[in-house]
Structures are given as C-alpha cells and as structure tokens.
C-alpha cells in the first residue's frame, strides 16, 4: 500500500505556481520522498526528490517539513502542458527497489 | 541518452493468445524494471532485474506471466494465454545509481495491451 496521501485533484491557473502538498506521516529515517507524474497515455515523469532538505531543479522545487511528516511540490508557473497525475512516492534508496505508487493528485491548470 | 523505448506501444490480441512486449533500458542502467497500470490506478510493481539477474517478484505476476533480461541489456515480458483481465498499460522503466540522483527510475511511455 502507498505510504503517502495527496488530495485527489487540485486546479490551478495558468502562470501562477501550483502547489501539490503530500502527507507521509509514518516516514522512515532512510526513505526518500520523489515526485512524479503522469500526462495522458504517457509513462511516468521523474520529476525530484529529496531526503530532508529542500530541492529544487529546472523542473520544480520540493519543500519538506522538518519533521519529515509532510511535503510540497511547487511548480512555480504552471502552464497548460503541466496538467497531469502528480505522484508522491516515499521509498529507500537502495532498499526494496519497487516504487509503490497512490492514486496521486490530478493538477488541471486552467488558461 | 536516448530514454527507455518499449515495443510495441499498443497491441490488440483475442483472449487466450500469447503476448511478448519489449523493452530497452537507458543505455548501461543495470536496473530494469516492470510495472502494470490499470485505468484510475497508479502503476502497479511486477518484477525487477539487477543486469540478468530476476530479483523480485510481485504476487501480481502470474504463472501465465514470464519476464526476462538474458543479456542484462533489452527485456520481455511475456503473457501466456492472455485474460481480458489482463487489459492495461505495461510500463518498463530503468535505473542505474550515480551520487547525484540515487537510483531514480526513468520510465518509458508503455506498452497498451487490450485483449478481446
């Protein structure tokens, strides 16, 4: 079962930053939290992840609470193309190696 | 990189016939990796290569289910005397662990398996 809970769906207009937040509240020291998500009849999309700090890449930036329980992925200027299943994924690095995947939260950016 | 290709990207078959998917990994990505997507559901795990080597197996996999990695390079994945059940997306993805992004998996745009 997915460690992790996301809302089901968010919206967002287009241009501002979305935020998709993410509780996992019974993470492990050793696990990490990714992100990552799915357009229409595509393969999933890497997109970040961390372990304690936050992150950001090209992509999107991950803000994790400091007691770990919680995240939030931002995309600082949503665009239409952005509208997808967003995944949030907690696992070991080097351990079990599947990635156990929740319903995720499906982001609509409105024009 | 050329990303994680898989063939074909969708197939039709009768109930009862026989299915092999390919794929290839992201060139020297030593793991390899099979999951399944049904409609509304994330991806679901179904089996993990380390090169040749089959190191997990999920329940999920069936008797009927087969997936190999004979050169540690491409894979298949093959079903036996397909269900209707067994109508969904079939997603590869592959890794290789490096000290900047870990062991992250890339995925590749899925096989579209429908059986009548």
């Known amino acids: 079962d997915a460690k992790t809970t996301q809302p089901t769906s968010m919206d967002c207009a287009e241009g501002r930053a979305a935020n998709l937040p993410c509780n996992h509240s019974?993470?492990?020291?050793?696990?990490?939290v990714y992100w990552y998500r799915q357009i229409h009849s595509q393969g999933p999309q890497y997109i970040i992840h961390?372990?304690?700090n936050n992150e950001t890449n090209e992509m999107a930036s991950l803000i994790i609470t400091e007691d770990r329980k919680s995240s939030t992925l931002i995309l600082p200027h949503a665009t239409l193309r952005d509208t997808a299943v967003y995944y949030c994924?907690?696992?070991?690095?080097?351990?079990?190696?599947?990635?156990?995947f929740g319903k995720g939260t499906k982001l609509t950016v409105n024009p | 990189d050329t990303g994680v290709s898989q063939d074909p990207r969708h197939k039709i078959t009768k109930r009862g016939q026989n299915v092999t998917f390919r794929c290839d990994p992201i060139?020297?990505?030593?793991?390899l990796y099979w999951y399944r997507q049904t409609l509304g559901q994330g991806p679901e795990f179904l089996t993990y290569?380390?090169?040749?080597?089959?190191?997990?197996k999920s329940r999920l996999l069936s008797d009927r289910f087969s997936a190999e990695r004979p050169k540690g390079s491409f894979s298949t994945l093959e079903i036996q005397r397909t269900e209707q059940g067994d109508s969904a997306m079939y997603l590869c993805?592959?890794?290789?662990?490096?000290?900047?992004?870990?062991?992250?998996?890339?995925f590749g745009p899925g096989t579209r398996l429908t059986v009548l």
């Open positions: 290569f380390q090169n040749e080597a089959q190191l997990e």
């Open positions: 060139s020297e990505h030593n793991r």
């Open positions: 019974t993470i492990s020291g050793n696990e990490y």
């Open positions: 994924i907690v696992r070991v690095e080097g351990g079990s190696e599947k990635l156990v």
């Open positions: 961390g372990l304690k």
């Open positions: 993805a592959s890794s290789q662990w490096t000290s900047a992004r870990g062991d992250t998996q890339y």
